[in-house]
C-alpha cells in the first residue's frame, strides 16, 4: 500500500515541475551564480531555482505517513531533518533572490542555524534511540564517545549538509550522487528498506527537469536537506563511519574545500585550480556532463564496495 503512495508522489512531482518551472520565471525567481565560479557557468544565470521546495516537502510527508503507518520514529526523524535543513535553505534562497545576489545568509549566520538544527535532531535520536558510540565498518566493534557523543553529532550532521550542499555546483551532480548515497546509506544499516523509495523518487522526479540543460536548480533548500537527512539516518543507525564510503564523492567535494582554503592560508598556494573538485575538473578541461558521469559512478562503485563488505 505504501509504495503505491510513493509511486503517487512520483507521478505527481513530474506533473507539477513543469508549471512551477513556469511560476518561478514568471517571478523572476532565478539562480545568481557565484562571481568567484567558473566563467563556463554565466550561461546559467536566471534559470529558475526553489526546485527542492517540491520534492524537499514530498519527501517530508511520505516520511510522516510513513511514521503514522509503521510507528517507527526513524521516518519522523529523517522527514523533520529534511524539513529543518530545507527551511534553512529556502530562507537562504530567498534572501539570495531578494539581493539579487548569490550569497543569502553570510557564513556565521548560516552555521548558527544549522547548528541550532543539529541539536535539535541529535535531541529527537538521543530520545526515540540513546546511545553515545559509533559502529565500526566491517565489524562488530563500537567506539564509545561518551560526553563528546553530542558534539560529535552535532558536527557530523552540519558537516554533511554543507558537504552535500556544496556538491551542488553542476546540472545533475548532487541530485544523482545523492541517490546513489542515499541509496547505500539505508542498504548497510540492513532495515528500513522503504526509505530508499521515500529518499530518491521524489529526487528523480526532480532530475528529470536537473539534467543538463537544466531547467531548474534546486537551491539551497535542496541540497541543505540532502546531507542532513542522511547524517539522521547514519546516527539512528549508529553507521556514521560507512558515510564516508556511501557518500563518498560529497564527503570529498567538503574536504577538497577544506584542503584548499587551509592550504591558502597556511602556505599562500592552491592545491586545486578551483574548489569544490568539481570545479577543479572542469579548469583541467572536462567537459561538465563528463565530470557528473564520472562522480556518479565513482560514489556508485564506493557504494557497491561498501555495501559487498557489509553483507560478506
Given at each position: 500500500m505504501l509504495f503505491f503512495v510513493y509511486i503517487l508522489f512520483f507521478i505527481?512531482?513530474?506533473?507539477?515541475?513543469?508549471?512551477?518551472i513556469k511560476l518561478m520565471k514568471k517571478k523572476q525567481?532565478?539562480?545568481?551564480?557565484?562571481?568567484?565560479?567558473?566563467d563556463l557557468h554565466n550561461y546559467k544565470q536566471g534559470t529558475p531555482t526553489f526546485g527542492g521546495i517540491l520534492f524537499v516537502s514530498a519527501i517530508f510527508l511520505m516520511f510522516i505517513i510513513t511514521y503514522f503507518v509503521k510507528k517507527d520514529p526513524i521516518y519522523m526523524i529523517s522527514?523533520?531533518?529534511?524539513?529543518?535543513?530545507?527551511?534553512?535553505?529556502?530562507?537562504?534562497d530567498f534572501i539570495s533572490v531578494r539581493k539579487k545576489h548569490s550569497t543569502g545568509f553570510n557564513s556565521l549566520q548560516k552555521l548558527i542555524v544549522q547548528i541550532i538544527f543539529s541539536v535539535i535532531i541529535f535531541l529527537l535520536i538521543n530520545f526515540y534511540n540513546p546511545h553515545s558510540f559509533i559502529n565500526i565498518p566491517f565489524g562488530?566493534?563500537?567506539?564509545?564517545?561518551?560526553?563528546?557523543?553530542p558534539v560529535w553529532a552535532v558536527l557530523f550532521i552540519s558537516g554533511?549538509?554543507?558537504?552535500?550542499?556544496?556538491?551542488?555546483?553542476?546540472?545533475?551532480?548532487?541530485?544523482?550522487?545523492?541517490?546513489?548515497?542515499?541509496?547505500?546509506?539505508?542498504l548497510v544499516t540492513g532495515k528500513?528498506?522503504?526509505?530508499?523509495?521515500?529518499?530518491t523518487l521524489p529526487v528523480l522526479a526532480f532530475m528529470m527537469y536537473n539534467i543538463k540543460p537544466a531547467k531548474i536548480f534546486m537551491g539551497d533548500t535542496g541540497s541543505l536537506s540532502f546531507g542532513a537527512m542522511l547524517a539522521a539516518i547514519a546516527l539512528y543507525n549508529s553507521s556514521e563511519f560507512l558515510t564516508v564510503f556511501t557518500c563518498f564523492i560529497f564527503i570529498c567535494e567538503l574536504f577538497s574545500v577544506i584542503?584548499?582554503?587551509?592550504?591558502?592560508?597556511?602556505?599562500n598556494k592552491r592545491v586545486f585550480r578551483m574548489?569544490?573538485?568539481?570545479?577543479?575538473?572542469?579548469?583541467?578541461?572536462?567537459?561538465?556532463e563528463r565530470v557528473v558521469m564520472n562522480f556518479w559512478i565513482i560514489n556508485l562503485i564506493a557504494g557497491i564496495i561498501t555495501f559487498g563488505g557489509f553483507i560478506l
Open positions: 505527481t512531482l513530474l506533473i507539477t515541475y513543469p508549471s512551477f525567481y532565478g539562480q545568481y551564480i557565484r562571481q568567484e565560479g567558473p522527514g523533520i531533518s529534511g524539513i529543518l535543513f530545507g527551511f534553512t535553505g529556502f530562507l537562504d562488530s566493534g563500537k567506539i564509545e564517545l561518551g560526553w563528546f557523543y554533511l549538509s554543507n558537504a552535500t550542499n556544496l556538491t551542488d555546483g553542476l546540472d545533475g551532480l548532487s541530485s544523482g550522487t545523492f541517490v546513489v548515497s542515499a541509496l547505500f546509506t539505508v528500513n528498506y522503504d526509505i530508499i523509495f521515500i529518499l584542503i584548499q582554503v587551509s592550504s591558502f592560508k597556511l602556505r574548489a569544490p573538485i568539481h570545479h577543479h575538473f572542469e579548469l583541467l578541461g572536462w567537459s561538465e
